[in-house]
């Protein structure tokens, strides 16, 4: 087994030498970390054994944070542009100025804003490099906007496997629990394999896993960081996995017939009948849905019958009305996904989805449990799991929806050995009882989440409206991060819908947006229409270019966090272990004029008349009680604001002083908490009733704009739906580009990282296009050659060809967001391929469910004459 | 591919062919669920004079009037519902169309207040023990990715 490393904190430590503990923020999986710092010079970054989030381990990045803090080519001064004229690679022609004239600049054209329509103020910010959200969750409200976007890796979020995990297992993901599992199936996703959330902790468990025996499946189109230690890699066509999804669902079902009855009858919408209209049949009393009671011989609402009784199978009549339960629906629907029209859709072999389908539903042990800590409970050690490559693409919702689905089938869903979400139910602190949640019932005993990363959860849902917000997330009700906030393409709908007013000024903080959406001549026209931009930064990067006040920002080695992993449906270790409560301090003193961007923000909120409104915010954002709340229009620092957090949450005695020398709390976790799903009277749904419906209504406020809503996108149940790629059926256009998350770096970030320069520099992957060796030699192509991706609308991008046999002979792979132009990251400038570039940014592009934008393009490849 | 090798966490999982052994489990807690239900008795509405109470409008909502705060007097059993009820019928329906929704009655992203406490139940009364109350409200929103 991995064992974890002892403590590197001594108590004899010579004077001048230290080690801080803190929180990492090279990615978004915010491991806990100890600095070492020798007469005020960081010199190491370590994993903090006394934390679970990371469990004392650091990946490269990690390690690597010194790079980017002691980069000379850091923003140290705040500066404003003297270059009227704002263009891609345009000189904005910076200037140095004082903080004072930058905040009385910004605080100013803040206050004309307020009095005239907070909405035209937009926040832009990434949950990479800079994960500290809470001051922006205070300062976006209590300003008064609710034009916030705060994607992860820009539009590369996992837009729709937030909200599937989120419907399915109240989390914001989900993955195998690894101590337990035995047979994990990887759609697209590399948890456990340096990537994502949680990424060390995971890592550790996944190397446990598979050291104990655990197989892993990988279906992928490329056979890097998980499919290259898994038991076997299923290679893909791009964006195909529902189809494949729904095969394996089919064999279960109607060739295998194993499936974990008394689940689907007790904890999904299964048995609830559903009339002539597709609907809910629902009783005349309660409006609730009913279900058929077989004892009974009669209908009763789902929340009257025992789930014991009721009927999975059969037709029946209720009140005159014919009716089935939702399952005999599902059942029929996933006969026309034969592992032979699989085969043909995904290129994956019949006779596979059928042994493969066999092993899932073998491995799952239905009706099998076990006791953990004295506690009895379902056993189901197999596991699917999906994440952002399978969800990359306009079938997003149901693409992810069909792998979860096959849990559902055989109760493999937050039991021992299962698929987890990310800590859906916790019992709270022990000593205070404060910040505990747990999954619920809610509209038609369907599970509401029992804590979200957003404020409207992924279920029950608001009704749609008439678009207001930028994003049209309001219309769209499903939508999360959305292409349209930023774009020339966001116009055109605000013109459709009359939108009551247009953007006006943005406040960015650490996004590069001109390289994280698609298509970044539509950004930088939307860039060029706003009055005025301020940024916090670290480096001049392409956005840069339309900014006109550039703030210094001091870095995750330079602020504070209180709440770096919580609330822990985000980016803590599920299954059994401990609960890590961490914080995020200073290590370092600031290098020139650098602030601590949550104190400029509450200084903006001061000269700009809205303290009281920020306080008000923070109450709300932190749930501030008794004493600890924030007063009036009182300016506090935000050293004050955590103090308060902390205190609020673990008692007097443990405030921002503790946590400052303490750097963790830890606690165990209970079985209850870990595997919840036993105990909570929750359904979740295998069908999803009020899917027409919404579609519907959205098409009611959109058709009349002349925005049709494609309706097969909104069906009851999951389809396998093409991309748009897959309509380009031009014979030289034959490959199907992806784009991947490369484990060395962090999105557009990191390229300027020297150390994580170099490493990628020596990977035949991080900085080329990776393309099926036999697929190379055919069009007469050799390992190096340079080669242009140009699309059927002529997008291109150019770049060095690695030929291996890891990849899908129909597939291009590209890492992470290369190609930077921009003279302020200089390490980065001209390294690897801008996949973005490829990428169209349209309405006909996203799903039109949650607007999460298709990520595959199709391609014809040239060799450029010169490359050898 | 081969069978899987022996568990080394040193549990045992029971799996008896003949018997289902999770059902139960499954099954639990809907069934303690309708016990509780069944156990459970109405609350009674007690009539109540009106009170007085006080609304703090911030963030967006604080467009609504310079008015600070909003004083309204309310039936004893008001609840935020009815707050937001007597703030339309003073301001127009207009401004709060953003924090209402027919299905969940008021939106989630919009946090009430009450006495500084964090009030959720939309439909339960402010005000139980009938005294005056200050309600604060605010509309957060906003989201993590990743």
Not at chain 1, 775 to 803: N, P, W
Request: charged residues 25%; aromatic residues 10%; hydrophobic residues 40%.
């Amino acid at each position: 087994m991995n064992e974890i490393k002892p403590p590197r904190i001594v108590e004899t430590a010579p004077e001048g030498d230290e080690w801080i503990p803190s929180t990492c923020n090279l990615c978004y999986g915010t491991c806990s970390i100890l600095v070492h710092k020798v007469d005020g010079v960081a010199v190491k970054i370590e994993g903090n054994p006394k934390s679970t989030v990371g469990k004392g381990r650091l990946c490269g990045k990690g390690v690597s944070g010194l790079m980017t803090h002691y980069d000379p080519n850091r923003i140290r001064r705040p500066m404003r542009r003297t270059n009227p004229e704002k263009g891609i690679g345009i000189d904005p022609g910076w200037e140095e100025i004082s903080w004072d004239e930058a905040l009385n600049e910004i605080a100013g054209r803040l206050k004309k804003i307020r009095a005239d329509d907070p909405r035209k103020l937009s926040i832009q910010r990434t949950t990479t490099v800079y994960t500290m959200g809470l001051p922006w969750g205070a300062f976006a409200p209590g300003f008064g906007t609710t034009n916030v976007s705060e994607g992860g890796g820009g539009l590369h979020c996992g837009n729709s496997a937030h909200q599937i995990s989120g419907l399915l297992h109240a989390s914001w993901g989900v993955l195998p629990d690894f101590q337990y599992c035995n047979y994990a199936l990887y759609f697209g996703a590399s948890k456990g394999h340096a990537a994502g959330h949680n990424s060390n902790s995971n890592m550790a468990q996944a190397a446990d896993a598979r050291e104990r025996g655990m197989k892993m499946v990988v279906v992928d189109p490329m056979c890097n960081f998980a499919a290259a230690k898994a038991t076997e890699w299923v290679p893909i066509r791009v964006g195909t996995d529902a189809a494949l999804a729904l095969a394996m669902c089919n064999v279960l079902v109607n060739e295998l017939g194993t499936l974990d009855i008394p689940y689907l009858k007790a904890k999904t919408n299964g048995p609830y009948l559903i009339g002539p209209e597709g609907t809910y049949v629902r009783d005349g009393e309660t409006n609730e849905p009913l279900v058929w009671d077989s004892k009974a011989g009669a209908a009763k609402p789902h929340n009257v019958a025992d789930s014991e009784d009721m009927a999975l199978a059969g037709e029946f009549e209720v009140n005159g009305v014919k009716c089935q339960p939702s399952f005999v629906l599902l059942k029929e629907h996933l006969k026309k996904y034969s592992p032979e029209y699989a085969e043909e859709i995904t290129t994956v072999p019949a006779e596979n989805i059928r042994r493969i389908s066999a092993e899932f539903a073998k491995e799952a042990r239905i009706g099998s449990t076990i006791v953990i800590d004295g506690v009895t409970l379902p056993y189901r050690p197999a596991a699917a799991i999906a994440f952002r490559g399978l969800q990359g693409h306009r079938n997003a919702t149901f693409n992810f929806f069909a792998v979860l689905l096959l849990n559902q089938l055989v109760g493999a869903a937050d039991v021992v050995g299962s698929c987890l979400g990310f800590n859906p139910a916790f019992d709270g602190i022990p000593e205070t009882g404060r910040m505990g949640y747990k999954p619920k019932a809610s509209v038609d005993g369907l599970m509401a989440v029992g804590t979200w990363m957003a404020y409207d959860p992924p279920y029950p849902h608001p009704e749609p409206r008439k678009p207001e917000e930028m994003g049209l997330q309001d219309l769209f009700i499903m939508g999360m991060t959305s292409p349209f906030f930023n774009s020339e393409q966001g116009e055109e709908l605000w013109e459709k819908f009359d939108m009551p007013y247009r953007p006006e000024m943005l406040i960015n903080y650490g996004a590069n947006i001109m390289m994280s959406i698609a298509n970044k001549d539509l950004i930088a026209e939307s860039l060029k229409k706003l009055d005025f931009i301020a940024s916090f930064d670290l480096f001049l990067n392409e956005t840069s270019d339309f900014v006109d006040i550039i703030l210094p920002d001091r870095g995750y080695l330079g602020c504070y966090n209180t709440r770096p992993n919580t609330p822990y449906i985000f980016s803590h270790p599920a299954g059994m272990g401990d609960w890590s409560w961490a914080i995020q301090q200073p290590v370092v003193e600031p290098e020139g004029e650098e602030r601590i961007f949550a104190d400029v923000l509450i200084d903006l909120a001061e000269r700009a008349d809205f303290l009281a409104d920020i306080n008000t915010a923070f109450n709300a954002v932190l749930d501030l009680r008794g004493e600890h709340r924030l007063q009036g229009d009182r300016k506090y620092s935000y050293e004050e604001i955590c103090d308060a957090d902390l205190k609020n949450n673990f008692g007097p005695e443990r405030g921002l002083e503790y946590f400052k020398k303490e750097g963790v709390v830890t606690w165990p976790k209970t079985p209850e908490e870990v595997y919840w799903r036993p105990f909570t009277d929750a359904r979740v749904p295998i069908y999803l009733e009020w899917m027409p419906a919404l579609g519907e209504k959205i098409q009611a406020i959109s058709g009349p704009a002349g925005l049709d809503i494609p309706m097969e996108y909104y069906s009851a149940l999951v389809d396998y739906l093409p991309c748009q790629s897959f309509e380009c059926n031009h014979d030289d256009f034959d490959f199907y580009t992806f784009y991947y998350r490369d484990t060395l770096h962090t999105n557009s970030f990191t390229m300027e990282n020297a150390w994580l320069d170099e490493a990628a520099q020596l990977d035949p992957y991080s900085y080329n296009i990776a393309m099926n060796t036999a697929s190379g030699k055919q069009r007469g192509l050799e390992d190096g050659d340079v080669i242009q991706l140009e699309t059927e609308k002529g997008r291109q991008v150019k770049g060095r060809v690695h030929l291996t046999e890891a990849i899908h002979p129909e597939g291009l792979g590209i890492a992470a967001l290369c190609g930077h132009w921009a003279k302020g990251m200089p390490v980065a400038e001209g390294k690897g391929v801008f996949y973005n570039e490829l990428l169209e940014l349209d309405w006909e592009n996203v799903n039109p469910v949650n607007l999460t934008l298709d990520l595959c393009s199709k391609v014809k490849v040239t060799r450029v004459e010169e490359s050898r | 591919m081969g069978e899987i090798p022996e568990l080394e966490h040193g549990l045992e999982p029971r799996l008896d062919t003949d018997e289902d052994r999770s059902a139960v489990l499954w099954y639990s807690a809907g069934r303690r669920a309708a016990d509780d239900a069944a156990s459970s008795t109405n609350s009674q509405n007690i009539a109540a004079p009106e009170i007085a109470v006080d609304v703090l409008l911030f963030g967006l909502l604080s467009a609504v009037t310079t008015e600070s705060p909003v004083s309204l007097s309310l039936a004893g059993t008001a609840t935020p519902m009815d707050v937001v009820a007597a703030l339309e019928d003073r301001f127009g329906a207009e401004p709060f169309a953003q924090i209402k929704d027919p299905g969940v009655g008021i939106l989630p992203c919009c946090r009430l207040f009450v006495d500084g406490e964090p009030f959720e139940d939309v439909d339960a009364p402010i005000s139980p023990d009938g005294k005056s109350a200050t309600v604060e409200m605010i509309i957060l929103k906003g989201f993590e990715g990743g």
